[in-house]
Structures are given as structure tokens and as C-alpha cells.
T-cell receptor, first 112, second 114 residues
């Protein structure tokens, strides 16, 4: 079945440093979504990418979808303590598919 | 408040108990989901109800039984659970066919089986 691998599993950064998490799928995806889960919280939807090579920005967050639509990345510039949490990617193999396969997530810690 | 409300927030139950988790969405979405979140594992899709159609993950044990009486309410009935079923159970909703929108998750029920 479809697998979505996410690295790294953990990342500790000094406040102000950049952070990147990578997501790789075993199959071509129709779209990919990113979620953030704060400690003790629930996943919150950040963004969806659909087109090959797509790049989207939300303030300090930059999301990319690979040309082959099998990988994606989330980059945070100049991390802040409010960025702490676990970032999940979730891929969908077919546009009408019910199955949204989540990666294990990257847990980000920011040292003030 | 996310628009998806789950109760209870915490539940401790014995292996012989029967309990139910409740989820209600106030967003007018047409699909609802149950996910299981265990430590060090990816979010695992358990059940989907979309436009009155039910889709399930065949690996989910029969001791978990979903019920969706209408498009706004979703239940997960639990019976004779095992300690390894202890996890965070998340309900989510979405609007299928509406591009660009992800899932809205509830705050979850933290389940402990003793």
C-alpha cells in the first residue's frame, strides 16, 4: 500500500534558525497536505499542494511539491517558539480517494 | 473551538467495558472520519463516512464499531478493548469535492484501557 515517509523524526533548533522537514511517497500523489499539531493538541490543516513543482508561502513557511509529485517539503525561516509542534504531511493517491496517508511527522523543538 | 467537538476528552475503561465516543461537526461538511493516533506511529485511518457511504480500514478490529446517524454526528462504539488500543482517537470532517480544503480535526479522546 501507499507509504509516506517523513524525515527527520525530531529536530531541535535554536530560535532564529531555519527548519526543514521532508516528505517522500512510495507512489505518485494527486495532492499533498500539511498539518501542524501543537503539544497536547490536535492536527490543524496548514495547506494543500496540487500541481507539480508548486511552491506556496505562508509568512515564514514555504511549502514545495516535487516535480514528480512524490515528494514535498516544508521550510520555516527564522523559527520562533510558537513554531514548536509536530508537522505532518499527508498524501492522497487519487483525487477522489478517501485515503489520506499521513507521515509519522517531524517534531520540532525551538530553544529560546 | 474547531467546529468539530469530541466527547469525552478523556476515557479510562476496563477491558470488559462498553463505551462510546461521540463526535459532532458544525461545519456542514459531508464526510467524517475516525483516526487513531498512537505514539511513534502515523495517524491511522479507521473509518470514513461520506455521503452516507461507509469506507473502513480492513485492519481495524471488530471491537471498534462506527455509527453515523446523520452527516453531523459520528460515534465510535468500543467493546472488549485491549491495552494496545490505548491511544488518542481523533474525529475529523471535510467537504469532499471542495479543492484546497483539508480536514478539520476535533480535540480528540484520550483513551486508556486498563
Amino acid at each position: 500500500g501507499q507509504q509516506v515517509m517523513q524525515i527527520p523524526q525530531y529536530q531541535h533548533v535554536q530560535e532564529g534558525e531555519d527548519f526543514t522537514t521532508y516528505c517522500n511517497s512510495s507512489t505518485t500523489l494527486s495532492n499533498i497536505q500539511w498539518y501542524k499539531q501543537r503539544p497536547g493538541g490536535h492536527p490543524v490543516f496548514l495547506i494543500q499542494l496540487v500541481k507539480s513543482g508548486e511552491v506556496k508561502k505562508q509568512k515564514r513557511l514555504t511549502f514545495q511539491f516535487g516535480e514528480a509529485k512524490k515528494n514535498s517539503s516544508l521550510h520555516i525561516t527564522a523559527t520562533q517558539t510558537t513554531d514548536v509542534g509536530t508537522y505532518f504531511c499527508a498524501g492522497r493517491s487519487g483525487a477522489g480517494s478517501y485515503q489520506l496517508t499521513f507521515g509519522k511527522g517531524t517534531k520540532l523543538s525551538v530553544i529560546p | 473551538e474547531t467546529g468539530v467537538t469530541q466527547t469525552p476528552r478523556h476515557l479510562v475503561m476496563g477491558m470488559t467495558n462498553k463505551k462510546s465516543l461521540k463526535c459532532e461537526q458544525h461545519l456542514g461538511h459531508n464526510a467524517m472520519y475516525w483516526y487513531k493516533q498512537s505514539a511513534k506511529k502515523p495517524l491511522e485511518l479507521m473509518f470514513v463516512y461520506s455521503l452516507e457511504e461507509r469506507v473502513e480500514n480492513n485492519s481495524v478490529p471488530s471491537r471498534f464499531s462506527p455509527e453515523c446517524p446523520n452527516s453531523s454526528h459520528l460515534f465510535l462504539h468500543l467493546h472488549t478493548l485491549q491495552p494496545e488500543d490505548s491511544a488518542l482517537y481523533l474525529c475529523a470532517s471535510s467537504q469532499r469535492g471542495l479543492p484546497g480544503y483539508g480536514y478539520t480535526f476535533g480535540s480528540g479522546t484520550r483513551l486508556t484501557v486498563v
